[in-house]
C-alpha cells in the first residue's frame, strides 16, 4: 500500500476544511490552539511510520487518554471492572450527569467522563507508591517510546479551576458507593491524563498495541490481553466519540477515540494505528477536520471494518 502517497492526498483534500468548526474554549490553554492546525501519523504493525503535515506537534490528548486508563484498569480488575462502569453507548454529551442519577451512580461506558473517573478510581485503588498521575503518564511514555511525552501542568491546572462539573460527577458517584477513593485524589490523577501532551506520532505508536492483539509489535512486549484489547476495541468503535459514535463508524468504520484537544486514535486490527489532530470540533466536540480526514483515509486505503 502506498501509505505516504495517500497522507499526502488526505492532507490537500482536508485543507477547505481546516478551521471550521469551534476550538475547545472551556479552558484557556486549549482556546490558544490553531483552529487551522493539522497533523496525521499511520505506525502499522511492521513499525513503519508515515506522517502529513504537523505530526510533530504536541497537542493536549485530552479524553483519549481514556484509552490508556481503561487498558491500564482492565489488567488491574479484568471484567469486574464491568460491575461499576457499563458498556453502552450513552446517547448523551460527554459530561452529562442525568442518566447517572436513574442508573444507581454507574456510569454507561469508560469513555464519557463519569466512566472515565470511575476508571481512574480503580488505578489510584492499585497503585502502590507511585500517584494515579505517574502511572499514567509512565504508561503513556513506554508506549510511545517517548521520553519528551509531559503532563502540561498549565491544562492540567485549568482542568482542575474550571474542573466543577467533573467534582460533580465525582462526588455524585462516591455517594452511590460507585467510588472507591477520595474524589479529590481521583480528580486529581483524571486532570492530570487530560492534560497528557503527544504528537500524533507518539499517539499512534502508542496504540500500536491495540491493532496487534494487545502485543507490541516492535518490542514484542504484551501490553494487554488479546480479550481485554477486543473489548477496548469494542468500546471505541461503540462509544468512542460520545453521542456522534454512530455516526463515526457510520462514516469510517473503525475503532476510534477522540478528545477535546483535536485529537482522534484510530485502529485498524492487524494492519495499523492512526493518530489525527485539529483542533476545531464539531457540535460533539470531536475534530472536525480529523474525522473527514480519517473517512478518507478509510475510503482511500478500503481499510473501512464494515
Ligand atoms: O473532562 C473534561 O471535561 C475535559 N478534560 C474534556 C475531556 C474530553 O476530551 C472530552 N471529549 N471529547
Redesign the pocket.
Known amino acids: 500500500m502506498k501509505w505516504q502517497k495517500i497522507l499526502n492526498e488526505i492532507r490537500q483534500e482536508i485543507q477547505p476544511e481546516l478551521g471550521n468548526g469551534k476550538v475547545?474554549n472551556?479552558i484557556p490553554a486549549l482556546s490558544e490552539a490553531d483552529p487551522k492546525a493539522f497533523g496525521m501519523a499511520v505506525v502499522t504493525t511492521d513499525g513503519e511510520i508515515f506522517t502529513a503535515g504537523n505530526a510533530t506537534e504536541p497537542f493536549s490528548i485530552?479524553?483519549?487518554s481514556k484509552v490508556l486508563t481503561l487498558t491500564l484498569a482492565l489488567g488491574f480488575e479484568n471484567e469486574n471492572l464491568f460491575e461499576r462502569v457499563g458498556r453502552e453507548p450513552s446517547g448523551s454529551a460527554?459530561?452529562s450527569i442525568v442518566q447517572l442519577e436513574q442508573e444507581g451512580g454507574i456510569p454507561r461506558n469508560p469513555f464519557i467522563?463519569a466512566g472515565?473517573i470511575v476508571v481512574t478510581d480503580t488505578i489510584i485503588t492499585h497503585c502502590n507508591r507511585q500517584s494515579g498521575a505517574d502511572l499514567i503518564l509512565d504508561l503513556a511514555r513506554k508506549l510511545s517510546c517517548s521520553g519528551r511525552v509531559r503532563v502540561d501542568d498549565e491544562v492540567a491546572r485549568s482542568?482542575a479551576l474550571w474542573?466543577n462539573?467533573?467534582r460533580s460527577l465525582a462526588y455524585f458517584m462516591k455517594s452511590f458507593g460507585v467510588l472507591k477513593n477520595d474524589p479529590e485524589e481521583v480528580l486529581q490523577a483524571?486532570?492530570c491524563q487530560?492534560a497528557l501532551e503527544m504528537t500524533c506520532t507518539e499517539l499512534a505508536r502508542a496504540g500500536l498495541y491495540l491493532a496487534n492483539d494487545g502485543v507490541d509489535p516492535v518490542s514484542g512486549e504484551q501490553v494487554a490481553t488479546h480479550a481485554h484489547v477486543n473489548r477496548i476495541n469494542a468500546l471505541m468503535m461503540t462509544c468512542g466519540h460520545?453521542d456522534m459514535s454512530g455516526d463515526f463508524a457510520f462514516h469510517v468504520g473503525l475503532p476510534g477515540k477522540?478528545?477535546?484537544?483535536g485529537g482522534i486514535l484510530a485502529i485498524v486490527p492487524g494492519v495499523c494505528a492512526v493518530a489525527v489532530w485539529s483542533p476545531a470540533l464539531n457540535k460533539a466536540?470531536?475534530s472536525l477536520a480529523g474525522t473527514l480526514a480519517l473517512e478518507l483515509f478509510s475510503e482511500k486505503t478500503s481499510l473501512n471494518l464494515f
Open positions: 475547545a472551556y485530552q479524553s483519549i460527554f459530561n467522563n472515565a482542568e474542573g462539573r467533573n483524571y486532570f487530560c460520545y477522540s478528545g477535546v484537544g466536540g470531536n
